[in-house]
């Protein structure tokens, strides 16, 4: 049948993620989130953040708590300075504590319990990270698909890149075969800074590693500091998987989660005159 | 459906689709073979720990600028036994350390007794299991001067540390605080019987007249008002027989994480 508008260039479909990217990402997944929500579990058990070696109990810098006022409970969170009301949230959830239930590995108050999910998923975290580590630096993927190409790191490209990421203007074609630079960035702090920080300053934490290994905690200026940049280091890949989320939906959530579940990755060509 | 409507209905589905994760979290984590099997990670940390940290590397030492003024006291505070008051009231003139079990001489030591044994102090960072730190400084008598005392039967392979207060208002003895320590950590130099903290004595509310210091593993190891030492073979017949107050309330028996 004969018809007025031009064809659509068929999809071509790239191999875009390795076995072993995969497997990681997703034992990743699972594991930083039983992390995440059994961390929030510990920290409830004393919802206060200190800089240095030891607690300033009168001095915190961050700190969580419930104030009775006419009679009803108001949840307070200090950060710095400041003082911000958070009830129903933070510091007062219908009940005294810091994160609220539903954020919380179990749900009910349990430091014990929220423990042995922590120290459990920490080995699954560690051995995953290593396997990518292993596998992406021996194999290629870090150089091949991490690094930034040279033709990326040019200042013009840059601020283009800055501003059709802004738009949510996606690349097609050879150019959506790789990741552009902000992507490429955002994995390379995941992997090579958030991920082993949150290893290394939950190891300082551990009153056995600093029997061997208390340079580093020196380095991260102290234990309770060291307890400061594990909850911060979380927080920011908390920060990460929401804008990775948004930007997985934004530019075709079913081909992106095909791409990690497969590996298959369907790419639209470049339309002429484009 | 209206936009309202169908906004309200969403926020519903949401609200029951995390209800429902969370309640499934929450049974999953109360089932028995998913503690068991975290539960195993315990083991696997302490084997690595050991495997890699030298048997007798030393925690931290601070200098006395270090110590932390507002050290904070957990557990028991203030025992309330009457033969622990009873005690207290006499300046512990009448504390006496039973030491038996697996031993060749049960001793009951006096303080007098354990200050004339080989003695340690160390300015050390107390770590609890509820994630806040304080530094202080400890003097004691080394465990080991009182085990190597009392001489350590063959087939002794744990030390238990009975302790004058109940944590847990219990009839029976459930609620009595108890520690315990395999002989690596028994022995270890900084293992100490503290009597003195911040060179002074022992204040009631940090465990006066005698506590525990361990400082490779987190607080609640530290067991305070220590009345006995037991040496035994195995940790099961004691209590709930997970080797601790806390650990039988689902904490791990070795805290060094």
Redesign the interface.
Known sequence: MPSAERPRPPMETIRRHGLVTRLTHWTNVLAVLVLLASGLQIFNAHPALYWGETSTFSRPWVAMAAVERGGEFVGLTKVGGAVFETTGVLGYSGEVRGFPAWATLPGYRSLADGRRWHFFFAWVFAINLAVYLAAGLIGGHVRRDLLPDRDQIRPRRILREIADHARLRFPHGAEAKRYNLLQKLAYLIVVFVLLPMMLLTGLCMSPAFGSVGYGLIELFGGRQSARTLHFLSASAIVLFVVVHLAMVVASGAWNNIRAMVTGRFAVRPEEAGT | MSRIDRRSWLKGAAAAA?GLV??A??RL??NPTV?Q??????G??RRT?RA???RM????E?SPE?I?P?F?ANGTINPQDPAYVALREAGFSDYRLVVDGLVERPLALSLADLRALPARSQIT?H?????????GKWTGARLSAVLEAAGLKEGARFVVFHCADKLEPTVDERGRYYESLDLEDAFHEQTILAYEMNDAPLPVAHGAPVRLRV????GYKHAKYVMRIEAVESLTPIRGGKGGF?ED????WY???
């Open positions: 995390g969370a309640a979290c929450d984590t109360l503690q099997t975290l539960a195993r990670a315990e696997l940390t720990q890699l940290f030298p590397a030393l925690a931290p601070f270090d932390s507002d904070r960072r770590d609890c299991v509820e994630g806040w730190s304080s530094i400082e490779r593993q987190l806390w309330r689902g904490y791990e805290a060094g994480i």
